[in-house]
């Protein structure tokens, strides 16, 4: 026992507790892409019991104006300063770093790192390191994002930095992945949806990238066995969330 009467390795744990920080998660774009990282990063966190998991404030609002409207239409609201709001919100409410969930919501991440004073996880930045450092060699990837992503260029930029060609669909393949992409907003993740997100992977695989990138966290929701290499960045978000939190190096 410790001078304060509790087990040693309780002890530790709750001192390890103190240390571990608090994510805010930026969510609803859209609500189940937030769900499914909740998932994500419950998974990939090393727990015997509730207190190993990592504490989440999550503002999983729906309400954030539509990115496909702002970029893609070019008639919709501006999403940054709501976005700005809610870092701010997530902060006063006790987040020692933001993530947001949603690549396409990047093009405003600016808005939302300089309206705060904690850091900001840019998953942009992490997909590219990522491949980066794990695929050394790699000059081509293919993306499957909103068709927001292609317009804006966020990966592009990104990746011609550090020397690595960036494909998309073609056009045809382009408009049936924002079809997907918007079913799975409105809740159908049927067999028949996931069948031609399968044909469009092929299609972009096809192309002689060395590894496809799920650049879209609605795609992230039914992502499927597929017989080449994937990159989720879905899945590399969750696992940064668990490393910041637990302070792990």
Known sequence: MTSHGVPPNLWNLAIMTKKEKVAGILGGMGPEATIDLM??????????????????????????????????EGNGEDP??????????????????????CNTAHFYYEAV????????????????S??????PGCVKVGVLASTAVLLTGLYEKRFQEVGIEVLYPTSEFQVRLLQVIKDVKAG?????VVKEYREICEH??????????????????ISCDLPFNITDAAELLAREIVTVSKNIQ
């Not at 940054?80 to 969930?101: Q, S, Y």
């Not at 705060?116 to 930045?125: F, G, H, Q, S, Y």
């Not at 990522?130 to 695929?135: F, Y």
């Open 80 to 101: 940054g300063p709501c976005m700005a709001d809610m870092g701010r919100r997530l902060e006063v409410w006790g987040a020692d770093f933001i993530a947001i969930p």
């Open 39 to 72: 998932q994500r990063i419950i998974r990939l966190t090393p727990a015997l019991d509730d207190i190993d998991h990592v504490r989440c404030i999550i503002d999983n609002n729906p309400k954030v104006p539509s990115r496909i409207k702002a970029i893609i």
């Open 113 to 128: 790192a300089n309206a705060v004073n904690i850091p900001v996880i840019n998953l942009i930045d992490l997909v590219v």
């Open 188 to 192: 159908n993740t049927s067999v028949e």
């Open 204 to 221: 972009l695989n096809s192309a002689g990238v060395e590894v496809v990138i799920i650049a879209c966290t609605e795609l992230s929701v």
């Open 130 to 135: 990522h491949v980066k450092t794990a695929r």
